[in-house]
């Protein structure tokens, strides 16, 4: 079985450098079932390709003494079988020698270890950064066809060409194998690519050669991180990764759900958008619909107001788990990067997200994770760009409001603030949403189009900045977009008289969190509380 990597990336041959693989030599690595080799079939200045090639040992697939003397991982059924079909003699007669499958997933791993981390200790910098990619599969097992695989690998930023192979090219009226020769191209880092495959691979031929055990869970959380929880279809790759163990499923839901990488209960931010404008549940769309969750048009939104802004420090205010804090890392344009939670265990799952531990020095310099409240002045928040408060006003009791405005626009004083919340009007869109009832239990109000224009002209009023409001998701002609964006603008210099009251210093991190650090962070001092 095989698998190419290629890059257009100059010097391309850097592609050694962050695989950890010399493109002059031949590498070969010992696996539990057979030999994977590394070898570059090209290797210049403008284009290089490295082919990971698995030799599987039949013997050592079938359970029996292998070429390193041991017997294989194994177990029964879809957890621990690697033939699939089921058959008596399938442990002998299969495709697991010719066809990507959980065997190269593994060998990806063993092989690719330090590229999968995203580390490299002679271009770090390179490894956080996208690169031109082609990763091409020549033969995979994909139960689903190639519209699944395109439903896989599209929301991850990739262009996916999946052509089926045919069962026997001259016997065209026998029809297509169950197999596909796909081919994926984009602009990602090479870290993230290669943990698409390494979950994507098994999940896609939906079985596994070796026994699925509770570690598992952290295997694909790990993989994950920064993309499974908002992928359409999670539920999908959570239950097939975990070979259809309804327990160790829950078990990976949960976990996501305690980290708030995924929606809460309540939360509508997994309504996708439909290409005619209109929205449906994710689970009851047909499989044609193109799938846009309304929390990724919301980040996609954000970055685009922050790119026109010109901003190059950005504060994230309430910013969660991290998700969007993970889109500003990647571009390397934003040189600080700060992140403030009203809670510490919040602000713990962000710097997970975020795989602080693993970036280069000078990458790690640029990010800041600090705890805060945003109802109290902040000194350490002066002086930057950008601020950006994505679903977070919402959470706050309105009495509180005059005081965030205060700390945010009248003493931080950014020279650009976007300010994103629900659309109460767009509620009626949502089946299943109750008359009346609002998108997260935490929510204390959502406004409408109007209350939204009126509290951002007065706070621009007050403040010195000038508004501009957009909507985010499809415009319905009757109730608008689902999320509503402000683009505020500063137009007068220095800090303008703040309403009497309005406010409190921040004596210390600690003491302003103090209350809410109990909770699991989706109190009213600023944090967003639901999925960002």
Not at 34 to 62: F, H, K, Q, S, W
Not at 234 to 240: E, K, Q, S
Not at 515 to 531: C, I, K, L, M, V
């Amino acid at each position: 079985m095989l698998i190419t990597v290629t890059t257009t990336h100059r010097p391309a041959t850097d592609l050694g450098y962050l695989l950890v693989k010399h493109p002059d030599r031949v590498h070969s690595f010992e696996m539990p079932t057979g030999t994977a080799y590394v070898v570059y079939p090209e290797a210049g200045t403008d284009r290089c390709t490295a082919a990971l090639l698995l030799d599987i040992d039949p013997l050592a697939l079938a359970g029996g003494r292998g070429r390193r003397g041991g017997s294989r991982k194994g177990g029964s059924g879809r957890g621990g079988n690697p033939t699939p079909d089921g058959f008596t003699l399938g442990q002998y007669v299969n495709d697991r020698a010719y066809a990507a499958s959980s065997l190269l997933s593994s060998a990806l791993s063993t092989v690719f270890r330090s590229a999968l981390r995203g580390s490299s200790k002679d271009r770090p910098e390179l490894a956080a950064t996208p690169i031109p990619l082609e990763l091409r599969v020549p033969a995979l097992r994909c139960r689903g066809g190639a519209e699944l695989a395109g439903r896989l690998f599209a929301p991850l930023g990739w262009t996916v060409t999946a052509t089926p192979i045919p069962l026997d090219p001259t016997h065209p009226d026998w029809g297509d194998s169950r197999y596909v020769d796909l081919t994926l191209t984009g602009t990602l880092r090479l870290a993230d690519a290669l943990n698409h495959l390494y979950v994507l691979l098994p999940v896609l031929d939906d079985a596994k050669h070796y026994w699925v055990a509770p570690d598992e869970i952290d295997k694909l959380l790990r993989a994950g991180a920064g993309w499974l929880a908002e992928h359409p279809e999670r539920g999908l790759i959570i239950r097939r990764y975990l070979a259809h163990r309804r327990a160790l499923a829950g078990a990976a839901l949960a976990r996501l759900a305690e980290e708030r990488l995924v929606d809460e209960p309540g939360d509508l931010d997994t309504v996708v958008e439909k290409p005619d404008g209109g929205a449906d549940e994710e689970a009851g769309l047909p499989a044609t619909v193109d799938r846009q969750p309304l929390a990724a048009l919301r980040r996609a939104a954000v970055l685009e107001a922050l790119d026109r802004s010109g901003a190059t420090r950005v504060l994230d205010l309430g910013c969660g788990g991290g998700a969007l804090l993970t889109e500003l890392v990647r571009n390397r344009r934003y040189t600080e990067i700060v992140g403030t939670d009203v809670s510490s265990r919040t602000l713990a799952i962000a710097e997970r997200r975020l795989r602080l531990d693993r970036l280069p020095p000078r990458q790690r310099e640029r990010i800041k994770l600090w705890q805060s409240a945003l109802t109290y002045r902040d000194d350490r928040l002066r002086g930057y760009d950008a601020a950006v408060l994505m679903e977070v006003v919402e959470h706050l009791d309105p009495p509180r409001l005059p005081a965030l405005e205060a700390a945010v626009f009248g003493h931080a004083r950014p020279e650009t603030v976007v300010v994103t919340t629900p659309n109460v009007e767009y509620n009626v869109r949502y089946p299943g949403l109750a008359a009346g009832a609002l998108r997260h239990s935490d929510h204390r109000f959502e406004w409408t189009r109007a209350e939204f224009a009126d509290w951002a002209g007065a706070v621009g009023a007050s403040y010195g900045y000038a508004v501009t409001i957009s909507g985010v998701g499809a415009d319905d002609p009757e109730v608008g977009s689902p999320t509503q964006l402000a683009l505020f603008t500063r137009t007068a210099p220095g800090t303008t008289q703040q309403p009497t009251g309005a406010g409190h210093t921040l004596p210390g991190a600690d003491t302003a969190a103090r209350r809410d650090d109990t909770t699991d962070g989706s109190g009213a001092d600023g944090d967003e509380g639901g999925t960002r």
